[in-house]
């Protein structure tokens, strides 16, 4: 098995019960696995702790079945509690190299970034993989800054040399673009947890991903 990098996936989907509520994160992740998603990301601002674990727990079941990363935002305690891949930390959470220490070196650590600052700390405190934006405005994260554009994309692809994964506002329309800067890949809630379909959303997506810029 290679190193936690190695294994960072190029379609992360958030769930998001909070923007919608059709669909639970169950049901979400399911849709967008079987749309191409190959990390599911949990996300759940509020609730109680012990819900959130249960939920988890069944999430880490369906990816692990599916052969998809599974990987918790925010709350270490879930991530820890479900047995995730990972967690993927923001400015403001868990400390990045407190949780390596506690996770240990198998687990993948995500870090959020909004300026090429930001992005090398995550880097130097032992994060994997760096979730980079908004690059395009959304109203999906409330703790969202300015967008941060494609040059600036740019410029924190070729500067840190870690998987990067582009998050914020991210369309089909606008994907190609995204992915020209050199990105590893992107992270997405509305542009699936939102749409009418979100497994015809995400297959979409990675349609268009795979034909702008194919990897293995």
């Given at each position: 098995m290679g190193s936690p990098t190695e294994k960072i996936g190029r379609f992360h989907v958030l769930t998001d019960t909070a923007l919608q509520s059709r669909f639970t994160h169950l049901q979400l992740a399911e849709r967008a696995i079987a749309g191409g998603?190959?990390?599911?990301?949990?996300?759940?601002?509020?609730?109680s702790t012990r819900e959130m674990i249960e939920t988890a727990r069944k999430l880490k079941s369906l990816c692990q079945a599916s052969?998809?990363?599974?990987?918790?935002?925010?709350?270490?305690?879930?991530?820890?509690?479900?047995?995730?891949?990972?967690?993927?930390?923001?400015?403001?959470d868990f400390p990045i190299a407190l949780a390596r220490k506690i996770l240990g070196?198998?687990?993948i650590i995500g870090g959020s970034a909004g300026t090429l600052e930001e992005a090398q700390r995550?880097?130097?405190?032992?994060?994997?993989?760096?979730g980079f934006g908004p690059v395009y405005p959304t109203a999906s994260k409330e703790d969202a800054g300015p967008a941060i554009g494609l040059k600036l994309l740019r410029e924190v692809v070729e500067a840190v040399p870690?998987?990067?994964?582009?998050?914020?506002?991210?369309?089909?329309m606008n994907l190609p673009a995204v992915m020209k800067t050199g990105v590893h890949g992107i992270a997405v809630i509305s542009a699936v947890c939102c749409q009418e379909d979100p497994c015809a959303a995400a297959r979409n997506l990675r349609s268009v991903m795979e034909a702008t810029c194919p990897k293995g």
């Open positions: 998603a190959d990390t599911i990301q949990y996300r759940q601002k509020q609730g052969g998809v990363l599974f990987v918790v935002n925010d709350r270490l305690d879930v991530a820890m509690a479900a047995q995730a891949d990972g967690v993927h930390l923001g400015q403001d070196p198998g687990a995550c880097r130097s405190e032992g994060a994997d993989y760096i870690l998987p990067i994964i582009a998050i914020g506002g991210i369309t089909p």
